[in-house]
């Protein structure tokens, strides 16, 4: 299991990922951040699984959940959630 | 002008103060519940984690049972907020989503424009800083978190009156180091209280009457008593199970 933190300009995001080879295997964050409706936050954490563990993969993982779905994330943007899944990637184990 | 219902100010257990919150939400967006606004107070103690926090990352689980503190999952987003039974009043707001604009940052500047008024009918100079947060003298006073479901917006949140800081700080997982003499003056220059801004005890009824009257004015509503009703006291006492049980409590 791998985790990080991630501090955005309002919200802490906290990321616990496994990978199989170079697949994201399964991803759940945690946090005070603000996700409006909030039951889409399962929807990205399933987004996420499957995806390559790489920036770009993952990045257009969460573009595309943010387009699919119109979800708000007051001063959280796509980008943030990224850097804290990379944060988690990179870590040690 | 637009009728609110203003409820008593009351005084339950962690899970029944969300269970009423949410039970007013789900009623409203029913047309069943008039648009409202309450203001309750925490016996016991409690700690409210946001919806998408982990409770053992951020609450000293084993401390909150010797001191006899409720800790629950709130519906709405956000972080751990201790709610002091003698220091802290909490609000909640529940209206349309039509009531309130579509943005969500400017619809929480509207409602905590309710305690930016209230503050200042006190003689406090508040000011909204966004995404929820109301600050005086550059401090925070009171934090809101909203949801928006079933069609209704529900949002609440504290009115810092005179806080234990210490027992805040050792609830909420702050590294035992952090929570140094250091630590505690650095928050006292983030945080602030009206006891501490007013620099004389204030009570309950007084800061719930200047808050009142606050909301009534920013949100140009008139604020009309009432009465939790029947049907909301069924839902609240149903809600409360599911809102008191560990499996909510540890549902991320």
Redesign the interface.
Known sequence: MRYAEFKAP?GLI?VELETRGNIISSI???????????ER?QGLERALAGVKASRESVAGAVQNFYRSTGI?T??LEPGHWVEAVMRALEGQR | MNKWRLLPLTMNDASMNMAIDEAICRLNAEGKSPNTLRFYRWEPAAVSI?????VE?EVDLELARRCGIDVVRR?T????VFHDHDGELTYAAVCGQGDVPDD??ES?GVICGGLVDGFKRLGLWAEFK???DVLVNDKKISGS?????WGSVLQHGTILIDPNVRLMFELLKVSPEKISDKFIASVYERVTSINREMGRKLSFEEVRAAMSEGFASALDVKLVGGELTRQELELANELRSKLGSEEWLRR?
């Open positions: 309002k906290k759940s964050f945690s946090g005070d951040f603000f996700m409006y409706p909030e936050l708000r007051p001063m | 946001g919806c998408f926090q982990r990352q519906i987003g956000g972080g751990a969500i940052i929480y966004p995404v929820n978190a909203q949801t928006r479901r991320r």
